[in-house]
């Protein structure tokens, strides 16, 4: 590639965006809705006790794993600190236990190798790629990581923080035949163009509901194939598309949950800027529940965790938090802290 995403504009990276989109054959958009879940909870017990079985095994693979591979970190000094105060660490144990507790029927149905080593190094080398974007003092490590994805030029071990990357992407590169290894890389494209174009979340100009709704579906629906597949690599297209549609309404919610947040630091999104109505979030949520149940051949009349949380957000999430938002009650408050923050209230 001539020239790096890294200094393109953003009318450059929605092309190329569009372009990998269609060399990897999945969609834009959602286009299809639905008003109800096709599928038949089991007792809120049930899922209560299957979550905090997985949730253990999570935090005992946190301990066991990622904990110890995270030691060369130590000798980087400031580094170390630095994403340690910034919780990096802890996005390493909540990204596992999102992959154990949530995904966990959909890879056995997928017929996925769930190995512990391959969940290791994948969290790993996302963990450090995040950090490139999301923490100042990691930046520097940026150009390594776009000659890297973009190039495909080996990443260049001049410090720990490289040597560690080097080494999960290598792991995963002979975990897996060149196909899927190329594949794999061909997603991780996508989610860089993205997490380049979402830098224009940040700026004061009023960003539309088709760009914000293009970024936060391909950020999310990237991020949940790429992980998926590089573990359950004979999926099948259709299955793709509905793990990929799936990912992308679940980076909705993850906005959602953040919408403190993302507003006091000037991060626009759609449930922030209200660009999403209520009705709007169900139907797309439904319906690509509903997708997943149909591309994947779930039996709706049995139980699975992984449809079962997703049930679960819907009701947390969009009947709760959501709607509070939308009835302005945590902007307010948000405006209220604000206020007193700047000296305008005692």
């Known amino acids: 590639m001539e020239k790096s995403p890294l200094d393109m504009d953003y009318h450059e ?6 372009s990998l989109l269609d060399a990897a054959n999945l969609p834009s958009k959602i ?5 109800a879940i096709n599928y038949s909870r089991p007792k809120k017990t049930w899922i209560k006790m299957k979550i905090l079985y997985r949730l253990i095994e999570a ?21 170390y600190d630095i994403i340690k105060k910034e919780r990096i660490f802890l996005k390493f144990n909540v990204a596992f236990s999102v992959l154990k507790i949530m995904y966990s029927d959909v890879l056995v149905h997928l017929g996925a190798n769930f ?6 190094n994948f969290i790993i080398c996302i963990g450090l790629y995040d950090a490139s974007f999301d923490v100042v003092e990691c930046r520097k490590y940026l150009k390594d990581f776009d ?16 040597a560690l990357f080097k080494e999960s992407i290598d792991y995963l590169r002979n975990a897996v035949d060149k196909t899927t290894f190329d594949t794999f890389m061909n997603y991780v494209k996508i989610e860089h163009v993205v997490q380049m174009m979402s830098i224009c979340q940040l700026s004061d100009k009023k960003i539309s509901k088709e760009q914000l709704y293009k970024i936060t579906l391909a950020k999310g629906g990237i991020g949940n194939l790429a992980g ?38 000037g991060i626009q999104t759609l449930p922030n800027q209200k660009l999403i109505d209520r009705q709007e979030l169900r139907q797309l949520y439904f319906g690509s529940l509903n997708n997943l149940i149909e591309k994947l051949n779930f039996d709706p009349n049995r139980p699975n965790v992984t449809l079962d949380i997703y049930c679960m957000l819907a009701g947390l999430l969009v009947g709760r938090r959501y709607n509070r938002f939308i009835e302005k009650k945590i902007f307010s408050q948000i405006q209220k802290t604000e206020s007193y923050n700047n000296g305008e209230s005692k």
């Open 31 to 35: 286009e299809y809705s639905s008003n």
């Open 115 to 120: 190995d512990n080593k391959m969940a290791t």
């Open 59 to 79: 935090q005992f693979f946190n301990l066991t794993y990622i904990r110890k591979r995270l030691n060369p970190l130590k000798k980087t000094g400031i580094i």
């Open 147 to 162: 000659t890297f994805i973009m190039s495909n030029k080996p990443v260049e071990p001049r410090d720990e923080y490289l």
């Open 228 to 265: 998926m597949y590089i573990v359950a690599p004979k999926m099948r297209e259709k299955e793709k598309k509905a793990i990929y549609e799936l990912g992308a309404i679940l980076q909705i919610f993850d906005d959602i949950m953040d919408i403190k947040e993302d507003l006091k630091m």
């Open 13 to 18: 990276l929605d092309n190329l965006l569009d």
